[in-house]
């Protein structure tokens, strides 16, 4: 059973940072490429960051560029999220997925999804 389980979500004022972490089990981690998505009230999952399997690339959506990094330890199953100089936008649940075959920007190419994390950043 495939389980990817987020944390390091919370509340935090604008220009802060937080690191969100989400571990893998079930799955060959090292096998997969992975992302990190996220939904506000309101709206529609959007692509944040994707790496792929080995970490030699990563992707970033524009409004988040500059300020959050990706990174991977396949050695511990995990996935991390770096968020520096937080916004207000950037308040959402944020969910980690994983994909077989790329480091896709499209939420329907995932194939397995985590319950989220609750980042909320505050003015």
């Known amino acids: 059973q495939v389980q990817l389980v987020e944390s390091g979500g919370g509340l935090v004022q604008a220009g802060g940072s937080l690191r969100l972490s989400c571990a893998a089990s079930g799955l060959i981690f090292s096998s997969y490429c992975m992302g990190w998505f996220r939904q506000a009230p309101g709206k529609e999952r959007e692509f944040v960051s994707s790496?792929?399997?080995?970490?030699?690339?990563?992707y970033y959506a524009d409004s988040v560029k500059g300020r959050f990094t990706i990174s991977r330890d396949n050695a511990k199953n995990t996935v991390y999220l770096q968020m520096n100089n937080l916004k207000p936008e950037d308040t959402a649940v944020y969910y980690c997925?994983?994909?077989?075959?790329?480091?896709?920007?499209?939420?329907?190419?995932?194939?397995?999804w985590g319950q989220g994390t609750q980042v909320t950043v505050s003015s």
């Open positions: 997925a994983a994909d077989r075959t790329s480091a896709s920007s499209l939420a329907s190419d995932y194939d397995y």
């Open positions: 790496i792929t399997w080995n970490g030699g690339r990563t």
